[in-house]
């Protein structure tokens, strides 16, 4: 149980941290619940808007798959295309480095 408390909370503090990254380059943020299944955060300026992921990941060296799971990729982008907003896929890992990528690319 420990163990879970301790994932959620890490989760947590960089879904935190990438919303505050976002927020320094003059970006409103709007959270969603933990319900949204599709999309974690809605950034948006200057009359766009992009629907976003945020994960905290262990540091890798390779990026050999998505890091994020198969049937949320596929709501995400169903949600994307629903709302014609652009989507992505937004990681920070120990050097609270934030990167990503588009999920259209």
Known sequence: MNQI???DKKGEEGEEW???AVKSFGWE???FDWWQASADR???KDGKSILAQVKNKELRLKYP???LEKHR???LKAMCLET???GMILFTDSTEN???EWIDN
């Open 29 to 31: 943020v709007i959270k």
């Open 73 to 75: 990729f596929k709501k």
């Open 84 to 86: 014609s907003i652009r």
């Open 42 to 44: 809605l950034f948006y």
């Open 98 to 100: 934030v990167y990503g």
């Open 65 to 67: 798959d998505t890091g």
């Open 5 to 7: 408390n301790l994932k």
């Open 18 to 20: 990438i919303t505050e």
